[in-house]
């Protein structure tokens, strides 16, 4: 008993200390700690299922930019209206340096810089997957602490 209680308490620290490092690195902010306060009891899931859906969402329109910077004659408004949709969705799950991302990408929209916008897009991406992986590193050890029958720590 003594030994899983000591497994379940490190597995509670790593998670404390890679939702801190998250938050520290910039990855995560405040938005975030908002959306892991509306889940309780009766919606155990309910981080994990909005940011599935950011993922999902964002996929989409990351292709729909690629798709557009693509094209021989570029649409900066269709483009800037995509931007616009993942800077918020980005906001909205706190993904703090995804949404600045978007925020330089709008820029290079509404200059029309072709160069600034492929290359803005491509730093978007890596910082997107990056994000990604964090946080299913951060779900996976949510899913550990729960499947050891611990709880998880509340965080501050």
């Known amino acids: 008993m003594f030994s899983f209680r000591m497994d379940v308490i490190r597995l509670q620290q ?5 939702t801190n490092s998250l938050f520290q690195e910039g990855f995560l902010d405040e938005q975030f700690t908002q959306l892991q306060q509306l889940q ?3 919606n155990p899931d309910f981080v994990t299922e909005v940011v599935v ?7 989409k329109l990351l292709h729909n930019l690629t798709n557009a910077l693509d094209k021989e004659v570029i649409d900066y408004k269709k483009i800037d209206a995509h931007v616009h949709q993942f800077k918020g969705s980005s906001s909205s799950v706190g993904a703090h340096r995804v949404k600045n991302l978007c925020i330089a990408l709008r820029t290079f929209c509404n200059d029309n810089n072709r160069a600034g916008c ?22 996976h050890l949510e899913q550990q602490i729960l499947s050891a029958g611990g709880t998880l720590p509340m965080m501050e």
Do not use: A, G, M
Not at 14 to 18: A, F, P
Not at 53 to 59: A, G, Q
């Open 53 to 59: 859906l950011f993922f999902e969402d964002s996929e």
């Open 118 to 139: 492929i290359q803005c897009l491509q730093q978007l991406k890596d910082e997107y997957y990056l994000f990604k992986d964090k946080l299913q590193d951060l779900f």
């Open 14 to 18: 790593r998670l404390i200390q890679l």
């Open 40 to 42: 309780d009891d009766s």
